[in-house]
């Protein structure tokens, strides 16, 4: 019998993926969104409710007054700022971690000194608040130099320089507050990483966990992974990196050290953690960041592989019932193209009408920054969709989720072409 009235905070891609899984399952009546996009408001079993993630009065008065027995929150602002403190202060179920667990991803300064603590590896690094001494340990360093704002930075805190001089440019921008204001009053200085990257992602009850299937996203703009970062043009899973052995040494290296880290400094962590690592060319992970929430766009392709019910996972995780659970994925293999607003990751136009969706066949198109205006869908952001489709392949995943792609148009629109393509390399060269 349907039952659930669940809450989802977010208007992406993820939260569109996260609502669509939740309300997959027999158990559940209705997933609200707030405030959503055009994408869960078109949705069976969603709608959309028009309040912004940070008002949290209004998101508990809404929750008491519809009956929602849990909310699952995407972002990580409305978790770092402790929306799950004031959930839980009103006697309301929220999963995410706590403010203070979600300064793994708040607080770069915190993480950094936290992994240490724990003998987690990751690339050596030292905080500074002040422009002079830090130029002075630029100068010491070998380019490329890697410099991060200590705070939350929506995925523009991080630059690779090249050279010693637009390291100090950068550092300089940051700690006078330039760019950034207050995310880089402190700054981070890292060694530089080599090797491939892979999302580990986990769902935690504050004692057990379960691994979600490893993804993969593309952060750069263009093809070849060239062109300025931007949140992510497109995902797959699982990760062929990935092999049973170096997954074996994840969990070992990262992911259980860290949960019990933080369970043994008294910020047990519930929620979904998302480890950003490096692999080295011997297998070895080393942590670039954690993130408190689910991946956008790496969600995507995850909850498409998910046959497990989510609402059932993240209701025994509220309880901390997780070590009773398992969690199953599609054996194949899945992958999302991002369809941005041209000019994205810097300015774009907004209210461009989107054609072709009702075209779609073998493939998911997840809205992110769409709304709807009548019947027509129209871009509001600058990720707009994320075409998804399963196959038995990376290399199938690709194929399907470009032809459904070439189906959809709106004006400027830009994706790249090339979303996997290091999956599809491996894929090639073992066939
Ligand atoms: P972050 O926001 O910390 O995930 O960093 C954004 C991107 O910068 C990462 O996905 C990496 O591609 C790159 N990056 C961050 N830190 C390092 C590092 N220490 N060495 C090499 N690349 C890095
Ligand atoms: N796709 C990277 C992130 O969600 O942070």
């Known amino acids: 019998m349907s039952q659930l009235n669940l809450l989802v905070i977010g208007s992406g891609g993820r939260e569109h993926a996260l609502a669509w899984k939740l309300a997959a399952s027999d158990r559940v009546a209705r997933v609200y969104v707030a405030p959503g ?3 869960t408001a078109l949705e069976e079993k969603l709608e959309n ?17 519809n009956q929602v027995d849990f909310t699952v929150v995407g972002p990580e602002d409305p978790l770092v ?3 799950v403190d004031r959930f839980t202060e009103e006697g309301l179920r929220c999963f995410g971690p706590t403010a203070a667990a979600a300064q793994l991803e708040g607080s770069k300064s915190f993480t950094k000194a936290f992994l240490e603590r724990h003998g987690i590896p990751t690339a050596g690094f030292a905080v500074f608040d002040d422009i002079q001494k830090a130029t002075a340990h630029v100068k010491t360093l070998t380019p490329p130099i890697v410099i991060k704002a200590d705070g939350l930075a929506a995925g523009k805190g991080v630059v690779l320089a090249d050279s010693t001089e637009e390291a100090i440019e950068t550092l300089q921008q940051m700690l006078t507050g330039e760019v950034l204001a207050g995310a880089g009053s ?17 769902i935690a009850d504050g004692e057990n966990y379960l691994s979600f299937a490893t993804s993969q996203d593309h952060k750069a703009a263009y093809d ?7 949140g992510g043009m497109g995902a797959y899973s699982p990760a062929p990196v990935v092999s049973d052995e170096i997954h074996q040494n994840i969990l070992e290296k990262v992911i259980e050290p860290a949960l019990d880290g933080m369970r043994s400094e008294g910020n047990a962590y519930t929620g979904f953690l998302y480890a950003g690592l490096m692999i080295d060319p011997a297998g070895e992970p080393s942590v670039i960041e954690f993130n408190c929430r689910f991946g956008d766009p790496e969600t995507q392709p995850v909850m498409s592989r998910l046959e497990s019910d989510l609402a059932t996972l993240i209701e025994a995780a509220l309880d901390g019932r997780l070590s009773e659970m398992d969690i199953q994925f599609d ?4 992958l999302t193209v991002v369809m941005a607003s041209g000019g994205y990751p810097g300015a774009y136009e907004k209210g461009r009408k989107i054609s072709g969706l009702d ?6 198109v997840f809205h992110a920054g769409t709304s709807l205006s009548g019947n027509d869908v129209l871009t509001s952001g600058g990720r707009v969709l994320g075409v998804t489709a399963l196959g038995n392949s990376v ?5 399907l989720a470009y032809e459904a792609v070439s189906e959809i148009s709106f004006d400027a629109a830009e994706y790249r072409t090339d979303i996997g393509y290091r999956a599809i390399a491996r894929e090639n060269s073992e066939s």
């Open 37 to 39: 996009n055009a994408g």
């Open 49 to 65: 409710v028009d309040i912004s993630p940070m008002d949290f009065d209004a998101l508990v008065a809404f929750c008491r007054d």
């Open 81 to 83: 700022a402790g929306i």
């Open 186 to 202: 402190s700054i981070v200085i890292e060694d530089f990483l080599v090797g491939e990257e892979a999302s580990f992602i986990v």
């Open 224 to 230: 070849g992974d060239e062109g300025p970062n931007t």
């Open 331 to 334: 054996a194949g293999s899945a």
């Open 359 to 364: 075209q779609v066949s073998g493939a998911k």
């Open 395 to 399: 290399t199938e995943a690709h194929r």
